[in-house]
């Protein structure tokens, strides 16, 4: 997890200085205060690409802040990691610089609770995920963001489950991962889980995965079908195990002090618009996901659905190991929501 009080480089310094420069246009009401905003303009940025899980909460979101709010919002996108890597994004909504980003499994690097979705076969479902997202758990896990970085959660929407692929060999038990070089994002908890099914976890930036994948760095990967798709790894992978690990929710992230210094009205038609956004976004994740593993199989890639009881009787140690670090009670509330 990065402390706010990290020391920037001077790069990062400059990084910033460019940004804040293009940053957020307030127009307030002639000779009145600056809170009294007659019109915002924000960033909102994504490392996904146009089309692609992420960036389409945010496209959303825009197109429903914008009409709602009649001009009086402007939200400016940045997809496909324009304004830096994953690290580097979080880093500005922390800072204010940029005002809002989606995150993914790096949540769990600005606030360790986020963990529980780490947790290897816990969610036995999307429906699962979307009470635990949506109830009070989700709630906590906003707070306990503003207290620790200052960013707050207005809504989740899904990367969703992921599944393993490689160009070696099909995985049809967990000993089939034995040495093989696997991408995991930037996350402690995902590198622990893949450590534990005897495989070499290897963190590389999302951006930088389909070179690594291309160049034989890596063997394989995990990540939602979609994510497949976006990167077109048919051309790089051969085998996909519908292994259904691990569920990534997507956080839609503001800055907290931008948050709060916005107008009460236009806060509630952002934090209308993203909720709406979000569930709109996960049905199409669904509804894309679900035409996907024929177009992959006529790609020439392999589909595999393997017995599960290995995986989970090899990772379910590394529970005890993340219970320490989410809290016991946030395991057993999310069990219970089953």
């Given at each position: 997890?990065?402390?706010?009080?990290?020391?920037?480089?001077?790069?990062?310094?400059?990084?910033?200085?460019?940004l804040a420069?293009?940053?957020?246009?307030?127009l307030?009401?002639?000779?009145g205060?600056?809170?009294?905003?007659?019109?915002?303009?924000?960033?909102a940025?994504t490392?996904?690409?146009?089309?692609?899980?992420?960036?389409?909460?945010?496209?959303?979101?825009?197109?429903?802040?914008?009409a709602r709010?009649?001009?009086?919002?402007?939200?400016?996108?940045?997809?496909?990691?324009?304004l830096?890597?994953q690290?580097?994004?979080?880093?500005?909504?922390?800072?204010?610089?940029?005002e809002m980003?989606?995150?993914p499994?790096?949540?769990?690097?600005?606030?360790?609770?986020?963990?529980?979705?780490?947790?290897p076969f816990?969610f036995?479902?999307?429906?699962?995920?979307?009470r635990?997202?949506?109830g009070?758990?989700?709630?906590q896990l906003?707070?306990?963001l503003?207290k620790?970085?200052?960013?707050?959660?207005?809504?989740?929407?899904?990367?969703?489950?992921?599944q393993?692929?490689n160009?070696?060999?099909?995985?049809m038990?967990?000993?089939?991962?034995?040495?093989?070089?696997?991408?995991?994002?930037?996350?402690?908890?995902?590198t622990?889980?893949?450590?534990?099914?005897?495989?070499?976890?290897?963190?590389?930036d999302?951006?930088?995965?389909?070179?690594?994948?291309?160049?034989?760095?890596v063997?394989?990967?995990?990540n939602?079908?979609?994510a497949?798709?976006?990167?077109?790894?048919?051309?790089?992978q051969?085998?996909?195990?519908?292994?259904?690990?691990?569920?990534?929710?997507a956080?839609v992230?503001?800055?907290?002090?931008?948050?709060r210094?916005?107008?009460?009205a236009?806060?509630?038609?952002?934090?209308?618009?993203?909720?709406?956004?979000a569930?709109?976004?996960?049905?199409?994740m669904e509804?894309?996901?679900s035409?996907?593993?024929?177009?992959?199989?006529?790609?020439?890639?392999k589909?595999?659905?393997?017995?599960?009881?290995?995986?989970?009787?090899k990772?379910?140690?590394?529970?005890?190991?993340?219970?320490a670090?989410?809290?016991t009670e946030?395991?057993e509330?999310?069990?219970k929501?089953?």
């Open positions: 997890m990065q402390p706010r009080e990290k020391i920037m480089s001077t790069t990062s310094r400059r990084r910033l200085i460019q420069g293009a940053g957020t246009a307030v307030a009401l002639s000779g205060p600056a809170l009294a905003q007659t019109k915002i303009q924000f960033k940025a490392q996904a690409s146009p089309g692609a899980d992420m960036q389409l909460i945010l496209a959303k979101l825009k197109e429903l802040a914008e709010s009649k001009g009086e919002i402007t939200v400016n996108i940045f997809h496909s990691s324009m830096g890597s690290q580097q994004m979080q880093e500005q909504v922390v800072l204010g610089v940029t980003i989606t995150s499994s790096q949540l769990v690097e600005m606030e360790p609770k986020f963990g529980l979705f780490d947790f816990l036995a479902d999307r429906a699962h995920a979307y635990v997202l949506d009070e758990i989700g709630k906003s707070e306990s503003v620790g970085k200052g960013v707050r959660a207005i809504a989740y929407g899904e990367l969703g489950f992921r393993i692929t160009r070696v060999r099909p995985i038990t967990a000993d089939d991962l034995k040495g093989l070089k696997i991408r995991v994002p930037p996350s402690r908890f995902r622990a889980v893949f450590q534990a099914l005897d495989a070499a976890p290897t963190t590389i999302y951006k930088e995965l389909y070179g690594a994948l291309q160049q034989g760095v063997d394989g990967q995990e939602p079908l979609t497949f798709q976006e990167k077109s790894m048919w051309e790089v051969k085998f996909i195990s519908i292994t259904n690990h691990v569920f990534t929710p956080g992230l503001v800055n907290e002090r931008w948050w210094g916005l107008s009460a236009h806060r509630d038609i952002l934090q209308a618009t993203a909720g709406e956004a569930l709109w976004q996960r049905a199409e509804r894309m996901e035409t996907l593993i024929k177009d992959f199989e006529a790609r020439g890639v589909i595999d659905k393997p017995n599960l009881d290995s995986f989970v009787a990772t379910r140690p590394v529970w005890k190991q993340f219970e670090q989410v809290g946030l395991v509330a999310a069990l929501a089953r």
